[in-house]
């Protein structure tokens, strides 16, 4: 019995995602290589007096490398979202939820905010995390109807998915880490072997707090 065919629509999709997770891994390649020097040049200029001068103070170091909660082996889980997989750490993570089948509308909000539902008395911000990772170019045009809630930022925000997969145990050493000259700061790192992208949850909680993306 010959082995099913996936349709050429879905193939082309998926095709397109592993095309997007390859750029962002070389993205973060290109951000980890020093800039090339620029070439010396030499002028002839008259001789000023030499005066002593007090050291100029050492440049401001920036922070490279793993974050604090990944200093040494840690977990995430995999969901996905219009087919791409993402990861949270699980120690950013607040809890699971199936998708509420009702959701109060946020008068107001973009598309990225499709409303609130209620969680133990407490309510919580439902956002299309695939607006915010994906360009608008790579969503699907039919998507399915989300399934479950990533709860992050003590249950403040939920982040909706298509579906939850697996919780991972990853090595600092597996994953390329964002350096701060990242053009996607809602990305903390790409795991290469799994190829997905670990999310930077501190900052989406931030960043939806505030409206600010920069």
């Known amino acids: 019995m010959s082995a099913r065919r996936q349709p050429p629509v879905l193939m082309e999709e998926q095709q397109a995602l592993t095309a997007y997770l390859d750029g962002l891994l070389q993205e973060i390649a290109e ?10 040049t030499q002028e002839r200029v008259p ?6 001068v007090p050291a100029p103070p050492p440049p401001e170091k920036k922070d490279h490398g793993p974050p604090p909660w990944a200093a040494e082996r840690f977990q ?33 909000h973009g598309p990225l905010f499709m ?21 608008a170019d790579r969503l699907p045009e039919q998507r399915p ?9 003590e249950a403040r925000w939920g982040l909706a998915c298509d579906r939850v997969e697996e919780t991972l145990t990853l090595d600092p050493q597996s994953v390329r880490w964002r350096t701060p000259q990242g053009r996607r700061p809602w990305l903390a790192g790409t ?5 997905c992208a670990i999310l930077d949850v501190d900052y989406l909680a931030q960043a939806l707090a505030s409206g600010r993306w920069d």
């Open 31 to 40: 951000e980890e290589k020093p800039p090339a020097a620029a070439p010396e």
């Open 115 to 135: 409303g609130l539902a209620q969680h133990q008395g407490q309510q919580v911000k439902v956002v299309d995390i695939a607006r915010l990772v994906l360009p």
């Open 191 to 195: 795991v290469t072997r799994q190829l």
């Open 76 to 108: 995430c889980l995999i969901f996905r979202v219009a087919g791409l997989p993402l990861a949270v750490p699980l120690v950013k993570l607040n809890g699971i939820l199936k998708m509420p089948q009702q959701i109060t509308p946020m008068p107001g």
């Open 47 to 52: 001789q000023p007096i030499v005066r002593p």
């Open 145 to 153: 109807s989300p399934g479950h809630l990533i709860l992050i930022d």
